[in-house]
């Protein structure tokens, strides 16, 4: 059974930082291609990361480029999003994404398996 658990949500003030994780089980992290992906109250989901497992290479939405960075760490089945410099419409809460094509889709609706998400508030 395939499962996505996101943690290390959070409440930090603008310009912190904070590393979420998405640990995988009842699968092979290294087959799965691997999003982040957030959504605000009213907003559609959108792709905010993602890391391929072919070669490693990623995507960054332009609202976030140079403030987070993915990585995987394919021994512990866990991807991480590192956000710094975080501002308030960071706001959202935060999912993790799998699909076994390996591709890197920004739309939500092409990514197989979700984690139940995690909260994101930045505010002072």
């Known amino acids: 059974q395939v499962q996505l658990v996101e943690s290390g949500g959070g409440l930090v003030q603008p310009g912190g930082s904070l590393r979420l994780s998405c640990a995988a089980s009842?699968?092979?992290?290294?087959?799965?291609?691997i999003g982040w992906f957030r959504q605000a109250p009213g907003k559609e989901r959108e792709g905010v990361s993602l890391?391929?497992?072919?070669?490693?290479?990623?995507y960054y939405a332009d609202s976030v480029k140079g403030r987070f960075t993915i990585s995987r760490d394919n021994a512990k089945n866990t991807v991480y999003l590192q956000m710094n410099s975080l501002k308030p419409e960071d706001t959202a809460a935060y999912y993790c994404?799998?699909?076994?094509?390996?591709?890197?889709?920004?739309?939500?609706?092409?990514?197989?398996?979700w984690g139940q998400g995690t909260q994101v508030t930045v505010s002072s």
């Open positions: 890391i391929s497992n072919s070669d490693g290479s990623t």
């Open positions: 009842g699968f092979t992290l290294d087959d799965y291609a």
């Open positions: 994404a799998a699909d076994p094509r390996g591709l890197l889709f920004t739309d939500f609706r092409e990514w197989d398996y």
